[in-house]
């Protein structure tokens, strides 16, 4: 197909309709649909950064102890390619189907309806309840700072700032994440230069070189147990990352920013994760305290640590910054993934009609209003009873990145082995995961081996039966409402022939292309000073 075929109408922002995103029998309001309001720059920021918070700058000093700097740096490495094996999958599909609240639709419409289901709402709990998790974070970063103003004031007014964000225009969620993430990435991009300055010498005078990896017990102190630990420190870190997936079903040019934003994802992981392990690895032996205590104190995380050895007094005060918005960023990220995948699971029928309304500003309304809602029970029940509930919040909701990188990988299986059996040629894929099916087997393997495997220290004499549930209550979510929907509706696998691979797919989308290829209203190329400034325009707007 040449671009003037592609050229379909003079909107570029409407999507047709949300039925043609999601399933046949949906019943979402004509009147108001999602705007495509989301730029290149947008998705590609967002795959770069926006994944990046405090499994990063705070928790990865868990990983170091856990594993030693030898055993994080391979922890880090397979859950990178975990990952990046995920986003291929979900990349292919996403591209060609761009639909709001992605992989639960795709389950639904590929392998089985009942996973589509339970991974729906896993997820939709999950980032409902990461909602309150940030709004406690950020009332305990401002009393680092600020101590005669009562907590519950910050959370409130985060609270209203993320709604404000995400009732008005997806492009709100768009620009704050953008900025968000271009910070997020500088800072790392700092870090690291600073701490080869540091290790070599050439900051702070001491000169660490590869010391830390001969300390006794050598690079890898805890040897597979050590390793196989870093795996969940590892997974809360790259939590998140599907989410541009669902940012594919308000991408302005879908066909084009997804493939891109998941061929950034491995230089993101390479970059951003690997080398800071490397970094704090070196620099911080696996046997200081603090590194252990720097995923609740700011003051003593890793990478304060290190800023501090180069001779940053302000160090704690800067990571204090970084990490306050971090948190608004995940929970405006939490606000958006979760209102979209509710609204998905609202057109497949598996929540109220209502959750699919979408005002005038192409928001489902409810959607959001509904998740602000939970969010903040669930952040009040961690003021009452010690936060006992709250804390079983949120170990319910500890497994869902993982259970839905295996939904991902199953759903994917499914989708090629349907797609090829309907004689369709993969050439028509705007993106084709080229590992397949290896990725997703591979997937499958080392997430349902984690998941299973992560509360092994629970079994560890003395035995506490609330602690191994504790560990497994996710999983024990997840299973029961598979096997609950499973039970009361007796739904069945979708069969090959059955799969629909027309209605959505991005050739049926009524979206302007003609800015994005660089043609005028008529289909022709644009001057290059045209190009040039309309490519400057759209960074700043």
């Avoid at 900025?179 to 700092?190: A, N, Q």
């Avoid at 640590?305 to 704690?316: E, H, M, S, T």
């Avoid at 939904?407 to 797609?419: D, K, M, V």
Wanted: hydrophobic fraction near 50%; proline fraction near 3%; charge should be neutral.
């Amino acid at each position: 197909m040449d671009l003037t075929e592609k050229v379909q109408t003079t909107d570029q922002t409407i999507i047709e309709d949300a039925e043609s995103f999601t399933s046949d029998d949906s019943s979402v309001q004509k009147e108001h649909t999602l705007q495509r309001g989301l730029k290149a720059r947008h998705i590609q920021m967002i795959a770069l950064g926006g994944t990046i918070g405090t499994g990063l700058f705070m928790s990865s000093g868990k990983a170091i102890v856990a594993g030693g700097p030898g055993g994080a740096l391979v922890g880090y490495a397979v859950l990178g390619i975990l990952v990046f094996s995920v986003m291929m999958s979900l990349g292919e599909m996403a591209a060609y189907i761009p639909v709001a609240g992605s992989f639960s639709h795709f389950a639904t419409r590929f392998a089985d309806p009942t996973l589509g289901f339970t991974v729906g709402w896993v997820y939709w709990a999950n980032w409902a309840v990461g909602v309150a998790v940030e709004l406690t974070g950020v009332a305990i970063i401002m009393e680092y700072w600020i101590k005669t103003v009562n907590t519950v004031v910050w959370s409130v007014i985060c609270l209203v700032i993320l709604v404000a964000i995400n009732v008005f225009s997806v492009k709100g969620y768009g620009e704050i994440e953008y900025w968000i993430s271009f910070i997020k990435i500088l800072v790392v991009v700092i870090f690291i230069i600073v701490g080869i300055c540091v290790d070599t010498g050439a900051a702070g005078g001491v000169h660490y070189g590869v010391s830390n990896f001969h300390l006794p017990g050598g690079a890898f102190p805890n040897g597979f147990l050590g390793v196989f630990n870093v795996f969940l420190t590892a997974a809360f870190s790259f939590n998140g990352v599907e989410i541009v997936g669902i940012t594919a079903g308000e991408s302005a040019n879908p066909h084009k920013t997804v493939p891109a934003a998941v061929k950034q994802v491995f230089f993101r992981i390479v970059l951003f994760y690997i080398l800071s392990i490397l970094i704090i690895g070196l620099i911080i032996p696996y046997t200081d305290p603090n590194l252990l205590s720097g995923g609740n104190n700011v003051a003593v995380s890793p990478f304060t640590l290190v800023f501090q050895k180069a001779g940053a007094a302000w160090a704690a005060d800067m990571m204090n910054a970084i990490i306050l918005i971090t948190m608004i960023s995940a929970g405006n990220s939490g606000v958006y993934s979760s209102s979209r995948t509710l609204l998905s699971l609202a057109t497949d029928g598996y929540a109220p009609r209502v959750f699919t309304r979408v005002n005038r500003w192409g928001i489902p309304i409810w959607s959001v209003l509904a998740t602000c809602l939970v969010g903040c029970l669930a952040f009040l029940t961690s003021l009452f009873g010690s936060g006992i509930v709250f804390t079983w919040l949120t170990d319910l909701t500890s497994l869902a990145g993982l259970i839905t990188w295996v939904s991902i990988a199953i759903t994917h299986l499914r989708f090629r082995r349907g797609y090829l059996f309907q004689g369709r040629s993969l050439s028509a894929l705007p993106y084709f995961a080229p590992f397949h099916p290896f990725g997703d087997i591979f997937v499958i393997v080392v997430g349902t081996i984690v998941i299973f495997g992560q509360g092994w220290k629970t079994f560890v004499a003395p035995i506490s039966a609330s602690n191994v549930i504790s560990s497994y209550i996710g999983l024990i979510l997840a299973v029961v409402l598979y096997v609950g929907r499973k039970i009361w509706k007796r739904e069945k696998f979708v069969k090959c022939e059955d799969m629909d691979f027309e209605t959505g797919t991005f050739h049926e989308s009524v979206i302007d292309i003609r800015k994005q290829e660089g043609l005028d209203e008529n289909g022709n190329p644009l001057p290059k000073w045209k190009r040039v400034f309309s490519k400057i325009l759209n960074i700043i707007a």
